[in-house]
Antibody
């Protein structure tokens, strides 16, 4: 089955660091982009950035540049999103998404598979 | 950065009604425009890619059109299971989502 499975919910304090994960299976992980999307409680979808695991080419939304780090370990088909110092405003659901059903057109950034989401709560 | 606007922000319609949502890009994005459905507590689901292509397995009552800066998403006959928030998303070349349109049953 083609799927993305994310790590579990996290509760952290302001100033703490965090790394959440997204493991792909059932498709060629290195051949398709993986994006990260934030959804704050009751709000819309915000694109954070994207990585191509094949060569680790990474692009960030200007809103998130310098705030988070996106990485991938292709040997274990896993992408990561990390923070060095969390803030209360980072409280949100975070989704990873990829486009393996675009077949021979991985440049079509239509996200056809999504992880189940990781809820991150930052509170003192 | 390309900005996306959607209208309306919310709507209520009756079962069987035709529902139309518009999405506008701040600059020409050709047909690099996708539409998603998100139900409460769930991850988004891709419905339409490249402005007008129906994703495999998606009911044919969903359709999309447009190019350049102006795009339209249509549900030809609203069903109770279509209650959700709908988002447009551009990728010319990188990604921006629209603010979403919440669809309810009247």
């Amino acid at each position: 089955e083609v799927q993305l499975v994310q790590s579990g919910a996290e509760v952290k304090k302001p100033g703490e660091s965090l790394k959440i994960s997204c493991k792909g299976s059932g498709y060629s992980f290195t051949s398709y982009w993986i994006g990260w999307v934030r959804q704050m409680p009751g709000k819309g979808l915000e694109w954070m950035g994207i990585i191509y695991p094949g060569d680790s080419d990474t692009r960030y939304s200007p809103s998130f540049q310098g705030q988070v780090t996106i990485s991938a370990d292709k040997s274990i088909s896993t992408a990561y999103l990390q923070w060095s110092s969390l803030k209360a405003s980072d409280t949100a659901m975070y989704y990873c998404a990829s486009n393996p059903r675009r077949g021979y057109n991985p440049s079509i950034l239509a996200f056809d598979i999504w992880g189940q989401g990781t809820m991150v709560t930052v509170s003192s | 950065d390309i900005q996306m606007t959607q209208s309306p922000s919310s709507l209520s319609a009756s079962v069987g009604d035709r529902v139309t949502i518009t999405c506008q890009a701040s600059q020409d994005i050709s047909n690099y425009l996708n539409w998603y459905q998100q139900k409460p507590g769930k991850a988004p689901k891709l419905l339409i890619y490249d402005a007008s292509n129906l994703e495999t397995g998606v009911p044919s009552r969903f359709s999309g059109s447009g190019s350049g800066t102006d795009f339209t998403f249509t549900i030809s006959s609203l069903q109770p299971e279509d209650i959700a928030t709908y988002y447009c998303q551009q990728y010319a070349p990188w990604v921006t989502f629209g603010p979403g349109t919440k669809v309810d049953i009247k």
